[in-house]
């Protein structure tokens, strides 16, 4: 299949294009640099053409995600997705089901979406879940935590912390690594409340020392991703100092922080947070090691969805409705919450103004890129809405008029911030930008070699409704989206890591399966090939 797209204007940050009108051609499911005179044809004049969409952080599959759908029947009532002849039938709501969830995010012009935490004993159903979710290609990170084995093996053996983190990796087909609320769950599950210090003593080890040592393996190995971290104390105020704590602890390295707006809070524990958005961007701009996604809060319905169990607890204190919780063994926990964010809430409010102050006070759009943590702070169908926000100052402030007063006041948003992203920008924080953190590099670009991933989408003053309903989307090569409309569905690829391990770290680990999980240690590795094949496997590579 050899394609053409003419005419359009193209934004490519990767290669310094913006908004210059250009050809891109396609072949073989690659961007190539010219195509022949017989190549089908895509008139794209009067359009805008950019890499396809990459969520670098979203929870769509898993036992979490599959909870949550059962918590939430009504939401599968009050959308129900109609089979047609490309598409399965299916539902949507904030937690759509495995096959709408492939066709809105393609709709929608995004082709990668990283699932951000897979507990590793859950692998296969995180596998099979993304096998049947169409179109887009998927990674999944894997959750280390709050491991029992490997703090054992932090307290004992820190360098062999290493070997056991590449191990877990090929053994599940995971991609990357995250903690969230390292040592806290763990704490937590145990009846003891959570974690307030990165210094707390969780089963002998502290969530410094877990930082310190799997951010440390991670550096070492050379993952295309860096350690990605969903810092202690999610949503408590006060808690930037423990996001500037942790950025400390990891010294230097590269870290990716997960919805970092849950985690720039002011004031103090138990009072009403305020603020720390100007001290967290100032910090990001400053160290160019760290990057971020937002996790954005939308108003309106959400469900939370989180392996920070103690969180989980306390927003169902708050909501006073149903939920779940569920510990993995020895590895990690969850809770589940369904939630919704008022515009006249104080605190919604305020997540809603910080997310947006940390958006307009971004110095780097590469390393602050756009996310909502869905569907925590709201489902990914609202980016387009967001997008709005961020690029269209009066409506903007229209919508912070309607918002809790005293909230908005206390942010900066009031204060000339008059900031209006640029297409170019937008096409950073949704492609360009995430592609680069996460070292995949056949993705968010269109230069010769790249995937042939491509969004066009009519030129529209309105942004919110240019970017919900992309004209065309070509995966992989193949039309998928034409005007409008789904024209195909064809499987996404799943995105692995290569890294390599001493063999010796499987006797070390079998010992501690023995002791302490419910599987055997060669049961435990992801075998089923239609489960981990076909993959792309994308290489670490250890600094010498
Ligand atoms: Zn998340």
Redesign the pocket.
């Known amino acids: 299949m050899t394609l053409r797209i003419t005419g359009g204007r193209v934004y490519d940050p990767a290669n310094g294009v913006a908004g210059d009108v250009r050809d891109v051609c396609l072949s073989d499911g690659k961007v190539v640099d010219d195509a022949p005179a017989y190549a089908t044809r895509i008139d794209a004049r009067g359009m805008v053409v950019m890499p396809g969409g990459v969520d670098i ?1 979203a ?1 769509i599959a898993g036992p979490k995600v599959n909870a949550a759908r059962r918590l939430a029947p009504e939401e599968h009532r009050g959308d129900v997705h109609e089979r047609s002849a490309i598409m399965r039938s299916g539902t949507g709501g904030t937690v759509p089901s495995t096959f709408v969830t492939g066709y809105r995010y393609a709709l929608l012009g995004y082709t990668t979406v990283v699932e ?2 897979t507990p590793p004993l859950s692998a296969r159903h995180v596998l099979a879940e993304l096998r049947d979710t169409p179109i887009i290609d998927a990674a999944f990170l894997l959750l280390m935590g709050n491991n029992l084995a490997l703090f054992d093996l932090i307290r004992r053996d820190p360098a062999r912390v290493r070997d056991a983190v590449a191990w877990w990796l090929q053994a599940t087909g995971g991609y990357g690594v995250k903690l969230v609320n390292a040592g806290g769950v763990e704490r937590w599950k145990n009846g003891n409340g959570d974690v307030t210090s990165l210094d707390d003593d969780v089963a002998g080890v502290t969530p410094r020392q877990v930082l310190e040592t799997i951010g440390g393996a991670v550096h070492d190995l050379g993952l295309p991703h860096p350690v990605h971290v ?1 810092c202690n104390n999610l949503g408590v105020a006060g808690n930037w100092r423990t996001t500037l704590d942790t950025l400390k602890t990891l010294d230097g390295r590269r870290a990716h922080l ?2 970092i707006q849950f985690h720039a809070y002011g004031g103090r524990p138990g009072r009403r947070p305020r603020s720390k958005a100007p001290a967290i961007a100032e910090y990001l701009g400053d160290h160019p090691e760290v990057s971020a996604d937002v996790g954005q809060v939308m108003f309106g319905p959400a469900t939370t969805m ?1 392996a920070d169990a103690p969180v989980s607890a306390l927003l169902r204190d708050v909501t006073g409705g149903k939920w779940v919780n569920h510990d993995t063994e020895v590895e990690t926990g969850c809770g589940i919450v369904p939630f919704t964010y008022r515009e006249k809430n104080y605190v919604h409010a305020l997540q809603w103004g910080i997310g947006l102050e940390l958006f307009l006070l971004s110095r780097d759009p590469w390393r602050l890129v756009l996310s909502t ?1 869905h569907p ?1 702070g709201g489902s990914f169908l609202s980016y387009p809405r967001l997008i709005r926000l961020l690029m269209d100052r009066d409506f903007r402030n229209d919508q912070l008029r309607r918002a809790h007063k005293k909230a908005i006041q206390s942010t900066v948003l009031l204060d000339d911030l008059d900031r209006e992203y640029t297409l170019e920008e937008i096409a950073i924080v949704t492609r360009a930008g995430p592609a680069r953190l996460l070292g995949l590099r056949d993705k968010g670009h269109l230069g010769p070699g790249a995937d042939a991933d491509v969004t066009i989408y009519d030129e529209r003053e309105d942004r919110e409704e240019m970017f919900a309903t992309p004209r065309y989307v070509i995966k992989g090569g193949r039309v998928v989206v034409r005007d409008g409309e789904l024209v195909d569905a064809p499987a996404g690829d799943l995105l692995r890591v290569a890294a390599g391990h001493d063999p010796a770290i499987e006797d070390v680990l079998r010992e501690q399966f023995e002791e302490r999980y419910s599987v055997e240690f060669d049961s435990y590795p992801v075998r089923e090939p239609w489960l981990l094949e076909p993959a792309r496997q994308v290489p670490a590579e250890p600094s010498a």
């Open positions: 952080h929870h951000a935490a969903h997960a919805h989180t943590d925590n």
